[in-house]
């Protein structure tokens, strides 16, 4: 009795509380879950993936996670190779982003979820699989969405740990800033009149 009592204090509330506190005495923004904030509002977390639903945005995988990257259901879909189902909806998955780039092999990340559910990053030919699209709804230059894609690939850890990979979250806040700052300089050189429009 005497050891379980002091096992339990030792594992189940000084160690648990050791180490919560290294969390987020070294790193406390990894500890509160790589939470980012934007006028004081928490807008998604660089470590678990979200949903975008407008085409403006790169698109990120499929979620089976309750209805779509739920914290508290992570979980893949449990369907095998064989399912009618899994193949009913990576086929229409399919000819939806076929859609929008046709012509051009879809790549599989975009059309099947992965085993977490919760998964914030795509491949690089994913990603650049929707410059086209995003160059074109954004008005964008396509060589500057193609740059802003190449520049946000992380590379596998130690160079051999992991798949190059894309933070599509990440990358989407990038996107937004320079479509921030191309507006800005419109508007730098418009008249009143048209500077009135643009912010319309």
């Keep these: 009795m005497v050891m379980t009592v002091l096992f339990a204090a030792l594992l189940g ?3 648990p509380l050791a180490i ?3 969390g987020q005495l070294l790193f406390p923004s990894q500890a509160n879950g790589s939470l980012v904030e934007e006028n004081g509002r928490v ?5 678990i993936g ?3 639903t407008s085409e403006r945005y790169f698109q990120t995988r499929p ?3 309750g209805k779509g990257y739920d ?3 992570s979980s893949g879909s449990n369907l095998g190779p064989t399912s009618q189902v899994l193949a009913d909806r990576v ?3 399919v000819s939806v982003m076929k859609a929008a780039a046709p012509g051009r092999a879809v790549p599989a990340d975009l059309v099947t979820a992965s085993g977490s559910g919760l998964d914030p990053d795509i491949t690089p030919k994913a990603a650049f699989y929707q410059v086209d699209r995003i160059a074109r709804l954004r008005n964008l230059d396509r060589s500057e969405v193609r740059r802003l894609v190449e520049g946000s690939v992380k590379l596998p850890i130690l160079g051999f740990l992991g798949e190059p ?4 979250f990440e990358l989407n806040r990038r996107l937004d800033a320079i479509g921030a700052k191309a507006l800005a300089g419109r508007e730098a050189t418009a008249t009143p009149s048209e500077s009135a429009a643009n912010r319309k």
């Design 165 to 168: 990979r894309v933070n599509a």
């Design 13 to 15: 509330l000084a160690y």
């Design 63 to 65: 979620s089976a996670a």
């Design 43 to 47: 807008i998604g977390s660089t470590v």
């Design 71 to 73: 914290g508290l259901a």
């Design 50 to 52: 979200q949903a975008f």
């Design 20 to 22: 919560t506190g290294l």
């Design 91 to 93: 086929k229409e998955q």
